[in-house]
């Protein structure tokens, strides 16, 4: 947890998706302060006519590498979710992976009693975690 | 906001999707009363065995056209809601894009800080929407 | 409702994904009570590189068929979510479809309001459910 999908066009090598997969990780793990292997990426990769992504009105240009990242996740502060996003669009734009404005992210909440990371238990529940 | 899935078969044209995706906008903004280019939507295909898609005894035919459109959005009104799936339906059927029979759609709500539209920021925290 | 999706690697025959469904289907009505059609599953198949599945440090061994699945569902009691998991767990892994090691289990809730089944109505509304 969370539970992290990232929704882009095809074209990218399998190694630049490993790369922001990383990145992407290494930023929520700091930002949330979970355990370095909470990590829960899945990727869909889209025909062009698969995906549109405006911009609010907010006048933020896109271009075919736009990434829309979506987490569900245990509540996280304002504070935690500010830090998420402002690093991980700082993180992947200074990679040369994902530019600022072809980042898009959204968070949804979930309770403790909605994960199970294995072998049947509920995990946040039993003491495990 | 809302990020808009749409689950169908293979199957349909680029036009046809573009279409299913032009109109579903279209609904939306006036349902929720959001800005026009307030549009994020995501199109995943499957195989014939990858969807089931019943009917909770309803008694509501489903053929291999069926669509699942999944919503994560701010919170909605009823009102909303209800014009929503009602005229979405009307529209998409009028069409000839999708019968009413074949359209299932949900919606989950989250919150305003669970949004960045893109350059590291929580538009809707900082003043920018 | 709920709504599943079921994320997992290339590989399996569609028979053996159409069992997987099934079972997960049976578990489901049994813990939750819901009615025998209130069935709706929809599969992602992913190349290796675009899943990530680790395990939050609990010694979860995984392989390449860990199986992740996602309900989107109107609240569900603590007790309903533990039953759901175990008896998942043990179903899957007793068909030697699923290691209980390779399953991953998370639950949202959402509100009555949110659903649609078809035909532009909200059932869980109207009397209809």
Redesign the interface.
Known sequence: ?P?VRF?MLKGRS?ET??QI?QIT?EVMVAAFD??????????????P??????????G?P?TDKVV?I?L?SRVRT?HQ??QF??????RLSAAGLVD????????????D???????????F?DG??
């Open positions: 947890m539970l929704d399998p998706i490993q997969l990780h979970v355990p370095a292997r909470d990590r829960y990426q899945i990727v869909h990769q889209h025909e006519y698969e995906m549109v992504v405006e911009d609010t009105g907010l933020i896109r829309v979506s569900v304002v979710l500010k996003y402002a690093n991980l669009a700082e600022k404005n072809d980042l898009m992210i959204n968070v949804s909440f979930n309770n009693q909605g994960w199970s990371f294995g072998q049947g238990k509920a995990q529940l495990s975690l």
